[in-house]
T-cell receptor, first 112, second 114 residues
């Protein structure tokens, strides 16, 4: 399983764009990159997933460079409610994957 | 409503007792997972199951046991052999077996050993 490295914490202010980078140097050819958000005392929820280049949905964008050794989650115009822990996961896109490894995540604090 | 449920939300246990945490999903997902989360830390995988009647140890399986007799159910037993069981326990399910699927999480069970 590819190991991921994220900053432990980040601070931002309302209305700013936030970029959280995840390093996954030993990512394999079949691995996908998935980001989750977790609020206190709740289960994580899926934000976005990608394999290469750029993926965008209604809440975030995911940028993946050509070498795929890192990825950046971009949250546009954050609000106080975006204060949460964000996890980056790398998982095999083939069958028999099953097992996922969550790191300690990045605690994002959005200030007024 | 489709989803994944865990019960109870809060659970208290005396030292030396076994306790079983429930996890049910009606999403028709193949894979199910149990994670443990300690304060200020990330999720650690306890057990996972990709098919009925089969399950695999995760990173911290010692002191825990599971069963997967039905596709929709994946109960976790915290045994007396688990030396520090106080934690937040999360169950998840996933549609397929590949890592390009998303995991759906339940609301969690907070276990406290008295």
């Amino acid at each position: 399983l590819a190991k991921t490295t994220q900053p432990i914490s980040m601070d931002s202010y309302e209305g700013q764009e936030v970029n959280i980078t995840c390093s996954h140097n030993n990512i394999a050819t079949n691995d996908y990159i998935t980001w989750y958000q977790q609020f206190p005392s709740q289960g994580p929820r899926f934000i976005i997933q990608g394999y290469k280049t750029k993926v965008t949905n209604e809440v975030a964008s995911l940028f993946i460079p050509a070498d795929r050794k890192s990825s950046t989650l971009s949250l546009p115009r954050v609000s106080l409610s975006d204060t949460a822990v964000y996890y980056c996961l790398v998982g095999d896109g083939n069958t028999n994957a099953g097992k996922s490894t969550f790191g300690d995540g990045t605690t994002l604090t959005v200030k007024p | 409503d489709g989803g994944i449920t865990q019960s109870p939300k809060y659970l208290f246990r005396k030292e030396g007792q076994n306790v079983t945490l429930s996890c049910e999903q009606n999403l028709n997902h193949d894979a199910m997972y149990w994670y443990r989360q300690d304060p200020g830390q990330g999720l650690r995988l306890i057990y996972y199951s990709q098919i009925v009647n089969d399950f695999q140890k995760g990173d911290i399986a010692e002191g825990y046991s599971v069963s997967r007799e039905k596709k929709e159910s994946f109960p976790l037993t915290v045994t007396s052999a688990q030396k520090n069981p106080t934690a937040f326990y999360l169950c998840a399910s996933m549609r397929g077996l590949a890592g390009n699927n998303e995991q759906f999480f339940g609301p969690g069970t907070r276990l406290t050993v008295l």
